[in-house]
């Protein structure tokens, strides 16, 4: 039997426009080993302005771990200074912000259409379900399981051979807006899935035998929203009684371990629950679509990027779940796929991939905390997959 998982993956996506230009921010890695080093960046993080990219917030750094995070280019003399009076070692990822998302929006030279390789902005994707289906009528159907705060359609796409009873795999991406990765790796895998059926053993079998869901971006205001005003947005953009800050962090809106853990209840922080379990018109959509098929859907997977995480339940807390045996064999199988597969994956989405996979190899296991339950799956010198069962994505 499948299990329930939940699949985190790949990569640093990119961007333009809004007025923004990123000219001299840079992004930091650095080492913490104890609470000492924790204090130091909870202190930095309340005077300068600092983004979160590795774990999504300060109040979720462990000792023996890396911290990712943006700094605004006035800040980064202060930083800087910070981290070398206390010790603190770290590296430079990203020596200036604005080159790394200049050369990944080269679709500004593309006037129109979709295209595989490169990042779609909504319209693009929402025309791309319409006719990916309509293409491919003996394989996709699409349908509209709710709108969103500001009423756009949430598209679904059922990718299978027709079929009564089949079980079903739901795979969502675009929960976090700046992630673009997400949404590309959900418009590939259909595009797999109809290229190869009928040819590839493998995957006709899967289409014949599974349903997939796929739900090619949840939070589509978001991702509207990087497109238009600002690349680094990451929650929805709902607006909240009482507070100017706009947008919930769509995974930890769910009724499950709701708030608690790696969950923040300040409406103006990434990681904001909301006012309540599913307040957010995507999420209720979504977990309603899930109870209404709950019969048939026999695995989630949700797709995120930063790191090279594949995580799995629970993800509100650090209890292993009663079937974490059968997950540990599963992610072992799907890790070692992921490695062998990697290098057939398409430029220039791949490059992206290799280049922030070299840098997860940096973080060797021994330097995980032991509390994030890690298993390193490294057979690839130059590649490695972190399995964990904490909060991360
Ligand atoms: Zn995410």
């Known amino acids: 039997m499948l299990a329930p998982l939940v699949l985190a993956t790949v990569a640093l996506a990119s961007a333009h426009h809004g007025g923004e230009h990123f000219e001299g921010e840079k992004v930091f890695r650095v080492n913490v080993e104890d609470e000492n080093h924790i204090n130091v960046i909870r202190n930095l993080a309340s005077t300068t302005q600092i983004d979160f990219w590795k774990p999504d917030s300060v109040t979720q750094i462990k000792p023996h771990s890396t911290v990712d995070f943006r700094v605004k280019a006035e800040d980064i003399v202060t930083v800087e200074n910070v981290l070398k ?3 603190l070692q770290h590296e430079v990822l990203i020596s200036n912000l604005r080159n790394v998302v200049e050369a990944q929006f080269d679709s500004r030279v593309r006037a129109t259409g979709h295209s595989y390789e490169k990042y779609n902005k909504w319209e693009t994707i929402e025309a791309w379900t319409q006719q990916v289906a309509t293409e491919n009528p003996a394989l996709i159907s699409r349908s509209v399981i709710g709108t969103t705060f500001e009423g756009r359609d949430i598209y679904l796409l059922k990718v299978g051979k027709a079929g009564q009873n089949k079980p079903a795999i739901f795979i969502d991406c675009g929960f976090h807006a700046r992630e673009w990765i997400s949404p590309a790796f959900c ?9 190869t059926y ?3 053993i493998q995957i006709t079998e899967l289409l014949n035998k599974f349903d997939f869901y796929i739900l090619p971006v949840l939070n589509i205001d978001g991702y509207v929203y990087t497109w238009t005003k600002s690349r680094f947005w990451r929650k929805t953009r709902s607006t909240h009684a009482g507070s100017s800050c706009v947008g919930t962090d769509p995974n930890r809106n769910f009724d499950a371990g709701w708030c608690k853990t790696g969950a923040s209840r300040n409406p103006c922080d990434e990681t904001y629950c909301g006012p309540a379990a599913e307040s957010e018109k995507e999420t209720k959509a979504l977990a309603d679509f899930i109870r209404n098929n709950l019969s048939s859907i026999k695995a989630y997977l949700t797709i995120h990027s930063y790191s090279q995480m594949l995580i799995y339940p629970y993800s509100y807390a650090y209890k292993l779940g009663e079937n974490n045996d059968e997950l540990i064999l599963l992610l072992g199988a799907l890790t070692t796929g992921l490695m062998t597969k990697e290098s057939d994956m398409p430029s ?3 490059s992206e991939i290799q280049a922030d996979m070299a ?3 940096q973080n060797p296991r021994s330097r995980l905390p032991a509390r994030r339950r890690c298993w390193q799956s490294s057979t690839l010198p130059a590649m490695s997959w972190n399995t964990c069962t904490s909060r991360e994505s």
């Open 85 to 87: 009076q206390n010790e």
């Open 187 to 195: 418009q590939w895998f259909v595009r797999e899935a109809v290229r």
């Open 198 to 200: 009928g040819s590839e």
């Open 348 to 350: 220039p989405l791949n």
């Open 359 to 361: 840098l997860s190899f």
